[in-house]
């Protein structure tokens, strides 16, 4: 009975990781994909999330800019697997001034007072994102604020803004460098 309930638990943490869940409303647009969702001329609601330094970072701040974000957990493989790829495609991105690269973890430190914590403490985070050569920003989650807007049920989920704060495309679970390519050029 103990190694079935190990088992279960297991298949669970699993399924979690790389559950789909369509957390926007549906459009006229669509995906072949069945780990996307895409909305079109939905408002993406403004939040705030800290630096490494803490200070406050709030998506308002890239008003007029296309947004990229990759919610994330440092005990995810299928968050850990595309990070090289990220990264590669950040260093391909960073120079222009129409995008912003993010990403969000949710750290347990009492600081963030997320009630929800999806990662370890920041000093974890942190360290993780070195070991794997993260250079784009890496934030932290304040009191759940990002993860409830976006109504976040798992890692990785990638998130398209456009310039104009219209929400384009949800995409949960692992995405390859090709994708992410098309859907960021898809962009408005």
Known sequence: MKKFFVLFLSGLLL????????????????????????????????FTVKDADGNDVNLADYQGKKVYINFWATWCGPCIREIPELEEVYQEYKDKD??????????????????NPADESQKVILSKAKELGIT???????????????????VPTHIFINSDGTLKQTFAGQIQKEQLIELLNGMK
């Open 15 to 46: 399924t979690a990781c790389s559950m789909v869940s369509d957390t926007t409303t549906p459009s006229s647009e669509s995906s072949s994909d069945s780990s996307s969702s895409t909305v079109s001329q939905s408002s993406a609601l403004d």
């Open 98 to 115: 129409d995008f912003v690269f993010l990403s969000i973890t949710s750290p347990n430190d009492a600081t963030f007072a997320n009630a």
């Open 136 to 154: 784009y920003p890496v934030l932290f989650d304040t009191k759940d604020q990002a993860a409830t807007k976006f109504a976040l049920s798992a």
